[in-house]
């Protein structure tokens, strides 16, 4: 399984970017895929998930309304769409997968939950 992010930059505040994770190796027709930015000497923290079988979506409180996750089944993609950025989501951008998830509706919110990971894409939000 391997995980690749790309789409990471210098981006103005306010400004829009989008990340993008290209997954192969497996099928994740059950899975849960995430978003989890590392600020420099803070833990992994959970932004966005979403159930493949269900297409739902969870975010933290943080990024909601400015964050959108989703899935490109045809490219085997993971997205993620940042508006209005605020230097404070400055980080590594890794993606990570859970491949499967229970029946039980929850947000997988915790990295410790995941098992594959991309190596990360830098987003830097500064004027």
């Known amino acids: 399984v391997q995980l690749v992010e790309s789409g990471g930059g210098l981006v103005q505040p306010g400004g829009p970017l989008s990340l993008s994770c290209a997954t192969s190796?497996?099928?994740?027709?059950?899975?849960?895929m995430a978003w989890f930015p590392q600020a420099p000497g803070k833990e992994r923290e959970f932004v966005a998930t979403?159930?493949?079988?269900?297409?739902?979506?969870y975010y933290a409180d943080s990024v909601k309304g400015r964050f959108t996750i989703s899935r490109d089944n045809a490219k085997n993609t993971v997205n993620l769409q940042m508006n209005s950025l605020k230097p404070e989501d400055t980080a590594v951008y890794f993606c990570?997968?859970?491949?499967?998830?229970?029946?039980?509706?929850?947000?997988?919110?915790?990295?410790?939950?995941?098992?594959?990971w991309g190596q990360g894409t830098q987003v830097t939000v500064s004027p």
């Open positions: 190796g497996g099928t994740f027709s059950r899975a849960a």
């Open positions: 979403m159930r493949v079988t269900s297409g739902t979506t």
């Open positions: 990570a997968v859970r491949p499967f998830v229970l029946k039980d509706g929850r947000a997988y919110i915790d990295p410790t939950e995941y098992t594959y």
